[in-house]
């Protein structure tokens, strides 16, 4: 019985030391220092990704591309790239090529960063849980106290009980 008190002592010592450590850590802002920490290469993909990822992007693109086949087609100046457009299909390849890169860096980067913030947030759990352990520890105590005070309140009203019932028959019938 006393190895498990023991036990049970050094795992709350350990809770102690490790919610002393996420108070004074609180939530620090990975992300913010994982943004400090980007190079130029990393923040240039995460604007090509975002760039690419977007409507206006794709309008654009869009607008070209049938621009270009509507040209070729028609043969309004010149077919440049006719029919099977494969100069047209050159240039998309082209730009995916480059592209895929760009984005898998701006993934592989926010995927660094939900990371961070996942591990921020089981800290914040962990600490949270922590901390509503202690407050029922707390409330634990204040009910063994309360409940101990009552007991020698009930003891004192006993010790008093034949006095009073003594005294109220020496009085007699009132």
């Not at 440049?80 to 760009?102: E, G, R, V």
């Not at 960063?113 to 409330?139: P, V």
Request: net charge negative; glycine share 4%; hydrophobic share 50%.
């Amino acid at each position: 019985m006393n190895a498990a008190a023991d036990l049970a002592h050094r795992l709350h010592e350990q809770e102690i030391k490790l919610l002393a450590q996420l108070r004074a850590a609180r939530r620090s802002r990975s992300e913010k220092v994982i943004e400090a920490n980007c190079g130029f290469g990393e923040r240039v993909a995460d604007k090509v990704a975002a760039t690419m990822g977007s409507w206006p992007f794709i309008i654009i693109q869009t607008v070209i591309l049938g621009v270009w086949i509507i040209l070729n087609v028609t043969a309004f100046i010149s077919q440049w790239d006719p029919y099977p457009f494969i100069l047209l299909n050159l240039a998309l390849s082209f730009q995916a090529a480059y592209a895929a890169p760009f984005i898998m860096m701006s993934q592989n980067r926010q995927a660094s960063i939900d990371r961070a913030a996942a591990q921020s947030d089981y800290g914040i759990n962990a600490k949270a849980e922590l901390e509503i352990e202690l407050l029922h520890q707390k409330l634990d105590l204040l009910r063994e106290t309360e409940v101990s005070e009552l007991i020698q309140i009930i003891r004192r009203l006993e010790l008093r009980l034949p006095q009073a019932v003594a005294e109220e028959a020496e009085a007699g019938p009132a």
